[in-house]
């Protein structure tokens, strides 16, 4: 976590979650100390980056992105991550698809809301997400059960999915850098993935809550 969130207090921490997309269906949500979250639905990157401007006061805690944020030069891009969880939870490649396969809203805002969070906010925690199959490998078929277990009152979010993914995100964001989430699927890479420890975006976490 960047030094300037453990400056802020605990009861003023904020969370990012963002599910990048393209016109309006780019969720994005706030996630406080005391569980509550907002929700919106933006149009990319920048719009996204404005809302978080103009609603935080603070250094964000951390970012949670539901989308690749290293990428692999091997066959369909797909990453040894997406391999384990494909395999841990007998997910299908429809479900935790490899990057060739995902539309280019996701591949090019996820990164891009990245590297202007960290424009506005330097060295500020990111970790990747993967919400559907958070919900699949819990065993949760809803979002309102997630968000039970988790503790969080969403205040504005009307059953849409985009943004439901965001705050799950923001809570994965919470819970691996509040030391919850142990596990980290970014420490095991083939040698044809970017290392999201030092790549150019880096550095990037993906936690993740093996139970």
């Given at each position: 976590?960047?030094?300037?969130?453990?400056?802020?207090?605990?009861?003023?921490?904020?969370?990012?979650?963002?599910?990048?997309?393209?016109?309006?269906?780019?969720?994005?949500?706030?996630?406080?100390?005391?569980?509550?979250?907002?929700?919106?639905?933006?149009?990319?990157?920048?719009?996204?980056?404005?809302?978080?401007?103009?609603?935080?006061?603070?250094?964000?805690?951390?970012?949670?992105?539901?989308?690749?944020?290293?990428?692999?030069?091997?066959?369909?891009?797909?990453?040894?991550?997406?391999?384990?969880?494909?395999?841990?939870?007998?997910?299908?490649?429809?479900?935790?698809?490899?990057?060739?396969?995902?539309?280019?809203?996701?591949?090019?805002?996820?990164?891009m809301?990245?590297?202007?969070m960290?424009?506005?906010?330097?060295?500020?925690?990111?970790?990747?997400?993967?919400?559907?199959?958070v919900?699949?490998?819990?065993?949760?078929?809803?979002?309102?059960?997630?968000?039970?277990?988790?503790?969080?009152?969403?205040?504005?979010?009307?059953?849409?999915?985009?943004?439901?993914?965001?705050?799950?995100?923001?809570?994965?964001?919470?819970?691996?850098?509040?030391?919850?989430?142990?596990?980290?699927?970014?420490?095991?890479?083939?040698?044809?993935?970017?290392?999201?420890?030092?790549?150019?975006?880096?550095?990037i976490?993906?936690?993740?809550?093996?139970?």
């Amino acid at each position: 976590m960047a030094l300037n969130a453990l400056l802020v207090s605990e009861r003023d921490r904020v969370w990012i979650g963002a599910d990048p997309g393209g016109k309006k269906n780019f969720g994005l949500a706030i996630l406080k100390a005391d569980g509550s979250a907002r929700t919106w639905g933006v149009d990319c990157a920048d719009e996204a980056v404005n809302v978080i401007v103009a609603n935080v006061k603070s250094f964000p805690a951390g970012v949670g992105v539901d989308a690749p944020l290293w990428w692999s030069s091997g066959q369909s891009s797909d990453r040894e991550a997406d391999k384990w969880l494909r395999k841990k939870y007998r997910l299908i490649h429809g479900e935790v698809q490899a990057s060739n396969s995902l539309k280019g809203a996701a591949l090019v805002q996820g990164i891009m809301f990245v590297q202007r969070m960290r424009e506005r906010f330097p060295a500020v925690g990111v970790t990747e997400s993967h919400p559907k199959a958070v919900l699949a490998a819990l065993k949760m078929r809803t979002g309102r059960q997630f968000f039970q277990q988790f503790s969080v009152e969403v205040k504005n979010q009307d059953n849409r999915e985009h943004e439901r993914d965001a705050v799950i995100s923001a809570v994965a964001s919470r819970e691996g850098f509040e030391g919850r989430w142990l596990k980290d699927l970014s420490t095991n890479c083939h040698s044809s993935e970017q290392d999201p420890s030092r790549f150019w975006l880096a550095p990037i976490q993906y936690f993740w809550p093996e139970t």
